[in-house]
């Protein structure tokens, strides 16, 4: 099995939207995360099994996954609105 990126580049240098927001001073937006269809189907079935994660968890799935608790952290509050929007 290969690791997280061998076959796309890390999910950073992966395609961002860009805009006007991007302009890198004060109150500027990050880039949005280009997720691979590997790292959504691990995110969704960890969501599947608990909406909410633990520091510890959170942790695991980011140095399994290559990407940062934050990033992590962000998929799943978006994830659970996403829930309570079709709910």
Partial sequence: ERPWGAEQPAPEAGP???????????????LRTAFSAEQLSTLESSFQRQQYLGAAERRR????MGLSEVQIKTWFQNRRMKLKRQL
């Fill in 61 to 64: 799935l980011a140095g399994s």
């Fill in 16 to 30: 961002e939207c860009s805009g006007p927001e991007e302009t890198g001073g004060r109150g500027g937006r990050r």
